[in-house]
C-alpha cells in the first residue's frame, strides 16, 4: 500500500462524479493546492445550459459538447461499435444521465473485501460515506410520472414507491458540479480549468511530477489523480506508459435488453424520462446470490425524433463477463478501443435470460397495454446477443486489488492515484453515479 505522505499541489485529470468530489473535499484543507483538469468546458452553477439542469437526460447527453461522440463500443462478439455514451464538461457524467440513486447492496462492498482483498472498503466502511455525500436526492411525486413509470408501478409492487433522483424538490439537476464544486469555487486553493485535455501524467521514474496537455501546457504536481472515468482513466494510464499489470483490464457494464413500445399518445419530450425502477431476483447463484441483480427500467421517451417511442430496459445488475480498453493511438484526441464481451461468461446467460422474462411478465400486465402496443423483437439467443446493450455504468479498469491499492495509489508508483468507477474491481447491483461519489469521499476519509 502506498505510504502516507503530504499531498502538496494535487491535480485532479476529470471533473466528473469523483473528480468534483475530490477537488471539493481536498480543497477543504489549507495544506493542500487542488488543480483540477476537465477536456470540457466548465461553468458555474448559474449558467448550466437549460438542457442539463431540466427533467430530461435525454436532452441533456444530446448537447452538443457534452458528450464523447468519438467514443465507440461493441457490446458483444459479433456486433458492430456504437458509441458509448460518456459526460464530458464540468460534472463529467453525473452531468447527463438519468438521475437515478441506488447505493448497491452491502454484499456488493462486502465482496470487495471478501474476494478483492480491499480492506477498508467493506458496507459499514462506505455506508457513512453514502451518507455523508452531498448530493441533493428527491424523489418525483407521482403528478410528473408519465404513463411507464405508473404502468411499471402497476406491474410490479416494488416500483411503486419510485426512485431517488439527483435532483432538487423543484426538479432541477443537482450534478456534482452544484452540490460540490459551486461551494467550493471561491477558495483560493482551488483552480478549475475547462477545455484541457490531459494527454499524460509526467513521471519522473516511477513518481508523477505533473500532467502534460494535450495542447502541450505542462502542470507540475506533487500528487496526480485520476479520475477521468472507466474509459478514460485506463488511457490516461497507457499513453502515460504505466506498466501496471490489469490497467485496461475488468472492464464490466450491467447488461441490457432493450424492449420498445409505440405509445398511443407520445409524450413529452421535456418530460422526465424515468421516475421508477423495479428490482428483482433472479434466485440463480452460480457465483453470486441472485439477489436483486434484475433491474427493470421503464423510459417514457428515448429518441427526440420518435416522442411515440418508449422502452423498458431488462437490465443484469450483476454480471462476470469481461471485456477491455486497449489504446487505438497515443494522440490523446482518439479515444480508445473498447470491448466490453458481454455474455462472454456462460453464467450469465441464465440470468440475462430471466432478466427478459420479467420485462416481459411486467409487459403482460394491462396498464402496459394502455400505454401502448410492443414492438416485435427477437429473444433467441442470436437476438439477444445482436441487441444486447449497455447501461452507460463502465467500470473495473483500473481495478482495486489488481491495478490501484487500498489508498487508490497505482501499485508500483509513487504520488501516483485514481478514483473514479473504474477502481471498482465489481460494479454494485446499482447504478453507478452515487457509488462512485462514495468511492472518492471514501478516498478523501482515507488520505
Ligand atoms: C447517459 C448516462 C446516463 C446515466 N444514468 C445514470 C443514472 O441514472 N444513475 C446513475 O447512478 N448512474 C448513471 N450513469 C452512470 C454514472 O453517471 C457514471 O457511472 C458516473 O458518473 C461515473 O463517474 P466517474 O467519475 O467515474 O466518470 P465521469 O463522471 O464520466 O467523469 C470523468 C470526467 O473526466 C473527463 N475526462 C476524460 N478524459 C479526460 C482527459 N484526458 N483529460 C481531462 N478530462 C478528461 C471527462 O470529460 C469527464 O468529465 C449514467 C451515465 C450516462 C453517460
Known sequence: ?????????????????????????????????????????DHRSADTPPEIAGASFVAAKDLPGRSW????????????????TRGRGIGGSSAINAMVALPGLPADYDEWVSRFGCTGWGWDDLR????????????????E?????????AAVPRAAEGVLLTRTADGRRSSVNDCYLEPARG???????????????LLDGRRAVGVLLADGRQIPADTVIVAAGAIHSPAVLLRSGVDTP???????????????LRRHRPAALDALPIATVAMLSSEMGEGSDGVDDLQLLPMEHVDPSMPDLAMVMAALMRSHSRGTVRLASSDPTIDPTVEFD???DGRDVAPMTAAIDAVEQA???????????????????????????????????????????????????????????SVMPQVPRANTHWPTVAVAERLVQLI
Open 246 to 260: 490489469g490497467v485496461g483490464d475488468n472492464l464490466h457494464d450491467h447488461p441490457s435488453f432493450p424492449i420498445a
Open 363 to 421: 409487459l403482460a400486465h394491462p396498464a402496459f397495454a394502455a400505454v401502448g402496443e410492443v414492438l416485435p423483437y427477437d429473444r433467441s439467443p442470436d437476438g439477444v446477443r445482436a441487441a444486447l446493450g449497455d447501461y452507460v455504468h463502465a467500470a473495473g479498469t483500473c481495478a482495486m486489488g489488481t491495478v490501484v491499492d487500498t489508498r487508490c495509489g497505482v501499485i508500483g508508483y509513487e504520488a501516483l492515484l485514481v478514483c473514479d468507477a
Open 187 to 201: 477558495r483560493h486553493n482551488l483552480t478549475v480549468i475547462g477545455d484541457a485535455l490531459v494527454d499524460r501524467v
Open 69 to 84: 461522440l468519438d467514443l465507440l463500443a461493441t457490446r458483444a462478439a459479433g456486433q458492430d461499435p456504437r458509441v458509448y
Open 128 to 143: 457513512p460515506c453514502f451518507e455523508q455525500s452531498a448530493l441533493v436526492l428527491h424523489r418525483a411525486p407521482r403528478g
Open 1 to 41: 500500500m502506498s505510504a502516507w505522505r503530504p499531498l502538496g499541489r494535487v491535480v485532479v485529470v476529470g471533473a466528473g462524479s469523483a473528480g468534483c468530489v475530490l477537488a471539493a473535499r481536498l480543497s477543504e484543507r489549507d495544506d493542500v493546492h487542488v488543480t483540477l483538469l476537465e477536456a470540457g468546458p
Open 145 to 153: 410520472w408519465g404513463e411507464m413509470s405508473m404502468a411499471m408501478a
Open 342 to 344: 458481454m455474455l462472454s
